[in-house]
Every structure is written in C-alpha cells, then in structure tokens.
C-alpha cells in the first residue's frame, strides 16, 4: 500500500477548503443526485453551451431549482460555463457515465442515506441504528427480500457490482480443481451458483443462506432449469446448532465474512473447518482496505464499513487482510494461495484445514 503512510502534500488554504467540502457534504451529494434526476447533466452534455432558461425549458424544473441546481454544480467541478452557457467537467463525465459511481450513489441515497444520521447512536450502542428506518430486525440480511423497492434494488446492485466483476476471473481458478460439490456460503440471490453451473457441468452447489434469501435463490435456480443441480441449505450461522454442509469439496463464502464481527467469523470458520473433509477447500473472497490497488479503492471499501455500523448490524465492517488472516489461523486453517487484484479489488484467499 503506498498511501495513507505520510502527511497529505496540501496547503492550510486547500486543506480548509476540503474540510467546507466534508462539512456540506450531505448537499453536495443531493445535488449530485438531482442533476441526474432532472436530467441537467445529460441535456448539458447533449448541447453543450446551453443557458439556465434554456435548461430550465428542457427539463421538469423552474428556472430558480435549475438555478441553484447549477450554482452548486460549478462549485463541484460538475460544470463549467463560458459567454453562451454551461459545458459538462469531466468528474460531471464520470457522474454521468460511470457504473461504479451510478451504482454507489443509489445505494447510499436508498439505502444509507436516512439511517446514517443514526451513526453516532450506532457507534456507542454496537447495534444497526439506521435500520430502524426500514424495519425492526436485528440485522439487514432477514429484511434483505422485504425492503422497500428503491433500497432492494439499490442493495443487490451493489453487492452484485463487486461480486460480478471478480466472478470471471475467479472461475477458472477454482474450477481448476474439479471441484464436484461446490457449497455456497451466503449465496444471496444464487447468481454464483448459476455462473459456477454454467461454466462446469458437473458440478452440483449448495446454497447456505438464511430462509428469506434462500427462497429467492431457488426460485432463481428453478426460473433457469437447474433446480437438479442448485440445492438449497437452510441455516443461521449466527445460532450456535445451525446445520452445516459437511464434506463438500469446495466451500466459497464472497462477500460474506464482512457481515460479522470478527468474533463471529471465528466462529463461523471454525464450524467450516470442522465440517471440511480433509481433501475440502475453503475459497474466502474479500475486498480488505490494505489490498486496494489505489486509493480510491481503500476510499470506497473503508466508507462502505459505516455502511454495516449504521445500517448492515452495527458489528461488522471491510477487514484489514490481517484482521481476517489471524482469524483463519485460530481457526485451525491455513491459506494456500493468497492472489490480490481480482475484479475491482478482491482478494482470493484459498484454505484448508491445517494438518
Ligand atoms: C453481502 S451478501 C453476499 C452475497 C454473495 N455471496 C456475493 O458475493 O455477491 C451476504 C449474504 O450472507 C447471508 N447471511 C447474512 N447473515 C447470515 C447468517 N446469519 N446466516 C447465513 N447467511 C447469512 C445474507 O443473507 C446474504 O445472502
């Protein structure tokens, strides 16, 4: 990691000017999104040069919203503007264009936004305050298929952004070793599960996850054709006599061990190696904040942590990789293959069970 080693290079005059960007953050992110909303930056982009009334004609918005709308947006580095009229920035580009950014934008407006005004109260009592705003659970992952519309689609767009990126690379990794019984654990919607089916077809996999997202996973290995060869495997890693997969060849948690706290992933890789036959692998794929090839990266995967504070469980978050090696070990594994800079960040640890 060669960042965050050393005083930031920057004036007291540019370091006060970062600290009024921190300080009216919660508006620079609503007029980001209202720009996109009300369509100003692409019409910007479509005729570059335009004026506000001309703006302001071509979208659903009075002359005064597109007004302040458009102040902001040159204070943000959105746009630019000359004698005729506005021009769109490059970061009003990326806004515009970039997946990652559409993506982490709508699932902090959908899912996060609200709740984390909670953050301090999550902070001092341990517990997913922000939650409360979606419903009484304990955690996310049971109200997961009963949020409202906005957040559900927002919340899978998100975590299926990361996982995607990384499955193509992962695949033939792991199926190096032919593997016949893949386990699946927090298989979420099964859209690992179906990638896996199609790219081996041998291989029969077994989802664990709770009976909410279980269901949805089903359906979707049922809506495919493959019930025959996804099955499903009801358990609650968070209760001590939770049913485990035993034997399986190759077990696979994405995404999955940052939803703990690192107590309760102790525990959780315990019951797996205990349940691992000696020839059984265990793949743990992970973006840790240490491993970011870039700064926006570790910017991204640490922000994402107040995410699991405030509204995920209030106990887990984005691990440092020595945080989760430590861990493994105490568990009575060891990792055999440690690759870094997979998709857009993951980390693929590859364990089995010490001898
Ligand atoms: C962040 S999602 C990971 C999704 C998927 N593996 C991926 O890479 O995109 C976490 C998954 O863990 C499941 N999960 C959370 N808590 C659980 C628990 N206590 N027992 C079993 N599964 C749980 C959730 O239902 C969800 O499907």
Known sequence: MDFYQSPKQISAFDAKFEAQKIAFAPITFQVARCLLKFDLLAQIEAKPGSSRPQLASLVDLSDYAVGVLLDMALSMGLVWQDDQGFHLDKIGHFLLHDEMSRVNLNFNHDVCYQGMFELDKALENGEASGLKVFGDWQTIYPGLSQLPPAAKQSWFE?????????????????????????????????????ACTRYDAEVEVTIMDLPGQLKVAMENAKDKGLSDRIHGFECDLLKADTPFFKGGDLYWMSQFLDCFSEEQILTILKLAAANMASHSELCILETFWDRQPCEAGAYCVNATSLYFTAM????????????????????????????????????????????
């Open 158 to 194: 998100f975590d299926h952004f990361y996982s995607d990126h990384a499955f193509g690379t992962v695949l033939p990794l792991i199926f190096k070793a032919e593997p016949k019984t893949l386990v699946d654990i927090g298989g979420n919607t099964g859209k690992w599960a179906l």
């Open 312 to 355: 995920a469980n209030g106990n887990s978050r984005m691990y440092h990789s020595k945080d989760l090696l430590k861990l493994i070990s105490s568990a009575g594994l060891y990792v055999d293959e440690d690759i870094d800079n997979i998709g857009l960040g993951h980390t693929l640890l590859r364990c089995r069970r010490k001898p």
